[in-house]
């Protein structure tokens, strides 16, 4: 059963939930949780630890709606909100969306579109559930992992196990960002960190929305891994659905405006996965090595701004799938002859 939360001050809005989803309440789909404003909302979580989405209106008393999803971010980072207000402007969604908001719905609502929404947010909420399971069973270390996401594994389990190594199959894909270097010669410190910050988190989400999982940052480049049914075909709707994400980010610095685009390589094969590192430094990260990922970075080094680039072989495996058009012969560093390479159109 689903139970979502919704917080709104308009006493109506129970009734009418209650009204247009008892099929759902009745068939034990859906349970509902309700709050009068932010604070009460967060009790609410707290008294109900298996709440998974919520359904919350911007102008509330006491806390707002922007102010109860910075404080769920902190709270419980795994539930997923949906903004459900009459305040529709450009604005207001954008602020929501930055927040983390998964979602927006504009009032008076339509409870077919909300119900709709609901369920798209819900196989969201099982992705990431599956992502995290991937993770406790795979023992999956990365180097950049939020404690409150490691707070939902059995840790004494992962490191009992920490030191197995396979060969697997799956599909690894490069993105940088590009010419993200020439802000790093331009720009104070943390005004780069933040820009970076901002952009990662918005791969990321979209990489586990697909059951991937990154497996490191390097420089203003994301690497990350897909296994399991469909590596391939989830690596590339991953990576078309970054691209569409950061192409709507908006132009950052107003002196010299920067608008954010990437590049992306992706490979498929067997790779060696275990934990790469050094014993004097007691530090071992668990990562992926082989010719696959030296060749998915090296695709992705000819990418130019917005292309998605794969090799033939991949491109004959998801051809029926994915709209691609071929580039042509390239040459890739410490690779005897040439490559014929494809982009992913859409």
């Known amino acids: 059963m689903l139970k979502i939360l919704v917080a709104d001050d308009e006493a109506d809005l129970e009734i009418l939930i ?61 539930i997923q909100t949906v903004m459900v207000s009459a305040y529709g402007d450009m604005d207001n969604i954008r602020s929501a969306m ?51 996401v490691l707070n939902f594994m059995n840790r004494r389990e992962f490191e009992s196990t920490l030191m197995l190594n396979e060969a697997v199959e799956v599909t690894v894909i490069f993105i940088d960002i590009c010419s993200f270097t020439s802000i790093t010669e331009k720009e104070p410190a943390d005004k780069v960190v933040e820009l970076l910050n901002k952009y990662f ?23 990350a891994v897909f296994r399991g049914d469909y590596h391939l075909d989830r690596a590339v709707d991953a ?21 954010p685009k990437v590049s992306v390589g992706i490979n ?30 090296r695709l992705q080094s000819i990418a130019k701004p917005g292309q998605i680039v794969l090799k033939e072989d991949c491109y004959k495996r998801i051809k029926e799938s994915f709209n691609c058009n071929r580039i042509g012969e390239e040459t890739l560093k410490n690779k005897a002859g040439k490559t014929v390479v494809y982009e992913v159109i859409d």
């Open 98 to 148: 930055n927040k983390g908001a998964f979602d927006f719905i504009c009032k008076p609502v339509n409870f077919d579109d909300l119900e709709l929404t609901i369920e798209k947010t819900n196989k969201h909420v099982l992705r990431i559930k599956e992502t995290l399971k991937a993770i406790k069973e795979n023992n999956i270390l990365k180097m950049y992992v939020d404690e409150a």
């Open 268 to 297: 498929t094969g067997e790779v060696i996965s275990g934990n790469i590192g050094s014993a004097t430094l007691k530090r071992l990260d668990y990562t992926v090595i082989g010719d696959v990922v030296n060749t998915a970075q």
């Open 18 to 78: 209650k009204q247009k989803f008892r099929r759902q309440i009745r068939d034990n789909k859906y349970s509902f949780v309700f709050a009068l404003n932010g604070n009460d909302a967060l009790n609410k979580v707290k008294d109900h630890p298996d709440i998974e989405i919520v359904l919350s209106d911007i102008n509330m008393p006491e806390l707002d709606g922007l102010g109860l999803l910075v404080k769920l971010n902190e709270v419980s980072p795994l």
């Open 201 to 223: 988190d918005v791969m990321v989400k979209e990489i586990l929305a697909q059951g991937g999982y990154v497996d490191k940052f390097i420089g203003d480049a994301v690497m």
């Open 239 to 259: 990576s078309l659905a970054v691209r569409k994400s950061i192409d709507k980010l908006p132009k950052d610095f107003s002196a010299d405006p920067f608008s």
